[in-house]
């Protein structure tokens, strides 16, 4: 059943930052797959009248390698919508293609498309350049200078800003040193000699793809050994045996993953287990399907690198063993940490009112921060909600949550 708002927006202009009501009740930015799923939901609310901001799937068509598979399962790689209809086997219904698993990342971005366009065929593609609160209203400028009002804002704005480069390679030039989420296609690296730095599955997939294009490539990994998971995938697809181990998004360890798996309940956890829980669940892993594709590949594991400086056009790379190694490319796959201080269209004074700890908002049932009316979703929340929020399967929970929360509103004022 429909819930029952009362719809405070006026219709939508763009220039009515000076009227009473604001143009919108609800402005979603960002249209990755919580952005996506949040609009699914909101708009389920009768009377509900909601923009969503950004370009679809923009993350995963340019920030993320051509050629790279998903690491979550099928089961764990649906975007939400209220009646659970728009599912990937959904999707792959109305082209009449096969599911595959692991799943290319093409055919994701693709289903990410294919929901964007049943759900919020109205999408506003502009960047938001700035969000600010007028005591008020939220007011949202955009990329070409035109602002609106919203009287809630829900940030869907991703990782890319919390991209993670070590202190030692930040001086570096773009050219000899990069961050993984800047590349979209690794064949730029054929004929070349490149150091990866991180055991994680972006490192260990970027390092197959660079070696199948033809670099020469050496992982340097800081972790005495690599964490493989599927290491017995019968464990996880064998479906007495694995369901009790594994809750199906499939984060984290046997047993943990049921846990993450309900964030509800994570987060009544006490704070210490919530944050060991957490750790152990998103440690760096790849996934066994990996393996043979790197056997080629040279990694050293137990091994940091010092630091590097540009020698002409190559990189001079000092390790803790002493050693050196000129290569032509570094390339961090270091993970991101998320510090919502780094979303530049936050503006300083709204930032002010966001109580965070670590960089992370502190979120209440509805994703709501200290702010009224302003939400965080997606890796931001995983403070809150534990580390099932980093990732795509978080969504139904979290967007669930979130319209109900507004849907019990007496309006979408916030209070
Ligand atoms: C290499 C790699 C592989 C991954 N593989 C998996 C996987 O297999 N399974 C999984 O579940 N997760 C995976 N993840 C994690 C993945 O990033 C998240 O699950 C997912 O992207 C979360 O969705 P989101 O909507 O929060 O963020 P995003 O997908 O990043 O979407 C955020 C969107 O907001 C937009 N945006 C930001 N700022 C603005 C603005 N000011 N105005 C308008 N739009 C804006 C961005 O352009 C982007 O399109 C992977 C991550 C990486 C880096």
Not at 74 to 79: A, W
Not at 200 to 227: K, N
Not at 316 to 335: F, K, N, P
Request: contains cysteine.
């Amino acid at each position: 059943m429909l819930a029952e708002v009362s719809n405070i927006s006026q219709k939508e202009g763009e220039s009515s930052v000076s009227g009473n009501l604001p143009d919108f009740g609800v402005a979603v930015v960002g249209a990755g797959p919580y952005g996506l799923s949040a609009v699914a939901h909101l708009r389920a609310i009768k009377g509900s009248d909601n923009r969503i901001f950004g370009r679809p799937m923009s993350f995963w068509k340019e920030h993320m390698p051509r050629g790279m598979f998903l690491r979550s399962p099928l089961e764990g790689s649906n975007l939400s919508d209220p009646e659970g209809k728009l599912t990937l086997q959904a999707y792959a219904q109305t082209d009449g293609g096969h599911l595959s698993s692991p799943l290319p990342l093409k055919r994701f971005v693709d289903y990410g498309c294919w929901f964007q366009k049943q759900m919020a065929s109205d999408i506003d593609g502009r960047t938001v350049s700035c969000v600010e609160h007028d005591g008020t209203y939220f007011r949202l400028t955009m990329e070409d200078g035109k602002k609106v009002t919203s009287a809630r804002v829900v940030v869907a704005g991703g990782i890319v800003p919390f991209a993670y480069r070590p202190p030692q390679f930040q001086r570096l030039p773009s050219e000899l040193a990069s961050h993984s989420c800047e590349h979209r296609d690794l064949r730029e690296f054929a004929g070349k000699r490149v150091m990866v730095v991180g055991g994680g599955q972006s490192a260990l997939e970027s390092s197959a793809l660079l070696h199948e294009a033809g670099a020469d490539v050496r992982v340097v990994i800081r972790e005495p050994e690599i964490h493989w998971t599927w290491q017995r995938p019968w464990l996880h697809t064998f479906k007495p045996v694995g369901r009790l181990l594994y809750a199906p998004p499939d984060v984290g360890p046997a047993g943990i993953s049921h846990v993450v798996a309900a964030p509800g309940w994570f987060r009544r956890l006490p704070r210490r287990l919530q944050n060991r829980w957490a750790k152990r669940s998103i440690r760096p892993t790849g996934a066994g399907w990996l393996k043979p594709r790197l056997q080629c590949v040279t990694m050293s594991s137990g091994r940091s690198v010092l630091g590097a400086a540009a020698v002409g056009d190559k990189l001079q790379v000092r390790l803790d063993d002493g050693s050196e190694e000129s290569v032509d490319h570094l390339l961090m796959a270091t993970g991101y940490k998320v510090d919502i201080s780094k979303y530049d269209f936050l503006g300083r004074d709204l930032l002010a009112r966001v109580r965070t700890v670590s960089g992370y908002p502190m979120l209440s049932k509805g994703f709501e921060c200290s702010l009224s009316g302003l939400h965080f979703l997606g890796a931001p929340a995983a403070w809150s909600f534990g580390p099932l929020m980093r990732f795509v399967a978080g969504a139904d929970f979290a967007t669930r949550r979130l319209a109900h929360y507004v849907s019990t509103r007496r309006s979408f004022r916030p209070e």
